[in-house]
């Protein structure tokens, strides 16, 4: 019982540090990678509806969250750091696999 007497959460990312200690810099890669994520997701599934053409936003962004979501992996420490890392990564893919259909990261501007 010696965890439940002396810690103290503060503020909404404490819950990914799970064993007691702060890790300023993995939380700062998971929000990164799961805003990184959605944004790529979003803007790839509106270009794959044909409601925007956002490819070139999709394909970096997702490329982006990609890159950032697998340093993340390989930096976090606790298991509450790496499932929002590993949701926010398969977005982020998802997105940069729909906006390299669509046109790709330079959609056409080098050729």
Do not use: C
């Not at 930096?75 to 890392?85: I, K, Q, W």
């Amino acid at each position: 019982m010696a965890q439940a007497t002396g810690q103290q959460r503060t503020g909404p990312l404490s819950r990914l540090n799970t064993d007691g200690k702060a890790h300023p810099v993995q939380n700062a890669l998971v929000v990164a990678t799961v805003l990184l994520g959605v944004l790529a997701l979003a803007t790839g599934l509106s270009t794959y509806q044909g409601a925007a053409d956002l490819h070139l936003l999709a394909s970096w962004s997702g490329l982006a969250g990609v890159l950032t979501g697998a340093w993340g992996q390989f930096v976090s420490e606790t298991t509450a750091e790496r499932f929002p890392l590993v949701i926010g990564l398969g977005a982020a893919a998802l997105g940069l696999f729909l906006g390299m259909a669509y046109g790709g990261l330079f959609g056409g501007l080098l050729g």
